[in-house]
């Protein structure tokens, strides 16, 4: 059985989804059944339900954005930091593998060298390596906490979108705001992110930190015209001039954008798809819900 | 009454003391009789027993020694950083004025130009401007949940001592450890910190942050010279070459060691005394027990 935290949330919802669909038996939990952030009564529950792998999809994000973060510091840091690390340690006292939705944006832009950040990189837009958002400062902290965790998956999203009309995904967001800003980033389709994290622990890779974006970058002003060119929209996108202009009309704290190496998911035979690819596919079926 | 939360705790207990022997009433929680962490009951308790003021001396400090927060990292977040963020929320939604055990921890050395750091420095001992030991980087974590609190004092404390047995003690410490560092410190008479604490909120101070520290600095080897001229210990004592010495052999993460301006306390009318005279105070005090 697997166990899911966190099981109502937005990447939370799709896990479950995902193991019904597989057949899998599934016990999802949210915080607003019981409180399951106190180690002791965590462990009890592990210890009474016994599942093969836990899915931590619990996680303070935000909303509608991650500026919101800004005025809720606490329970921002305890959600994305201190609660992994309770999870850690109920997970190792009963000997249960696990996962834990991380977030690539704890790095901006692309190393030095042009190259995409890997596992292996120290995060450059976290709290140690600032500046950075407080929400990135948590995610940072979070995976700080889980290092040489036993039998922790790290998997780590970034802006994830799909077909869905949810104002959490990406495409549906860039339709939704009235300025865009151009930026170069890695993204994860949701459902080839939910696809390689469970293939992470059925295909036994070695637990510890992966990248799950789907290959390669895109820039936003692509992605506008590929939803122009699959027929998604023919809205005229406004863009902000430059991220300083951004961060002076529409945002509090500074967001990251990046690209990820994704060629340790590659090796490991559990990558997503090429971004265009994915990209392009949601789109399409986003087509034939407005024909629909 | 006083609401004391960490009523057992090193601090807590001294805070309890000193106001019975004021006279004052006292509530004080420890949080092995209820989880005051959760908000919900925080602000129920708080209803409920309507205090006048507030005082947070709960904290995760590590023991022995700051080296054990390096290994429980979760839960120093979630004590330094976290719970105080909890406990404005309740003092502000209730209405509260109330008091935080925070540390001069937060910075190292002095400032460039030769003088103490002061309340309105940024920490250089910190996550956000490394590097710091995980301890300190929850501490200065916490006064930035803290920042902008509403009738909130934040009352920092550096290496607390008297005459006691008790090895929290900054001075019994220096007769226990086999060998020393020599470093220039800020320093806090346990008496005179808490008679500055509660003097903040009886004189009416405007809330904020307050270094609490007795005036001036110490070294190690001046210490343990007025040790030999009080009578308190004739031992040989031993000192690392330096600081990478120290770090080599005894210990897993740096410690802070910083000099503190105390010019806001004076203006305030909160001062603690000048070191040296606080320190010479406690020492023949110990000798007076050596002698009992």
């Known amino acids: 059985m697997f166990f899911i935290l966190g099981a109502t949330g937005y990447l939370g919802s799709y896990f479950v989804k995902y193991l019904r669909q597989e057949g899998e038996d599934v016990f999802g939990l949210s915080r607003t059944e019981i409180d399951y952030t106190d180690v002791g009564s965590l462990i009890s529950i592990l210890r009474r339900k016994k599942p093969k792998f836990l899915i931590n999809a619990a996680g303070y994000t935000g909303k509608p954005n991650v500026d919101a973060c800004e005025s809720d510091k606490a329970e921002c840091l305890f959600g994305n930091a201190v609660f992994p690390g309770r999870i850690r340690t109920a997970c190792e ?14 790095y901006s832009d692309r190393k030095s060298n042009g190259e995409g950040w890997s596992e292996n990189d120290e995060p450059n837009f976290s709290f140690r390596n600032g500046p950075c958002s407080f929400y990135s400062g948590t995610k940072a902290l979070g995976e700080e906490i889980l290092k040489d965790a036993k039998d922790c998956y790290i998997w780590r999203l970034r802006i994830p979108f799909n077909e869905e009309k949810s104002p959490r995904n990406y495409l549906q967001k860039l339709l939704n705001y009235s ?77 990251s954008n990046c690209v990820m190496d994704t060629s340790k998911a590659e090796r490991n ?24």
Chains 1, 2 share one sequence.
């Open 93 to 106: 006292e009963v000997g249960i593998p696990w996962g834990h939705v991380s977030s690539g944006c704890i």
């Open 179 to 255: 300025s865009l800003l151009e930026a170069e980033n890695s993204i994860s389709h949701i459902d080839d992110y939910i696809n390689s994290c469970l293939s992470s622990f059925t295909q036994e890779c070695e637990p510890g930190i992966y990248n799950l974006t789907n290959s390669g970058s895109i820039r936003t002003r692509q992605v506008v015209e590929w939803m122009k060119e699959e027929g998604v929209t023919d809205k005229e996108f406004n863009f902000f001039e430059n991220e300083e202009d951004f961060m002076a009309k529409a945002a509090i704290t500074p967001r």
């Open 269 to 292: 035979g559990i990558a997503l798809r090429p971004v265009e690819e994915a990209v392009r596919d949601s789109l399409r079926k986003m087509r034939e819900q407005v024909l629909a």
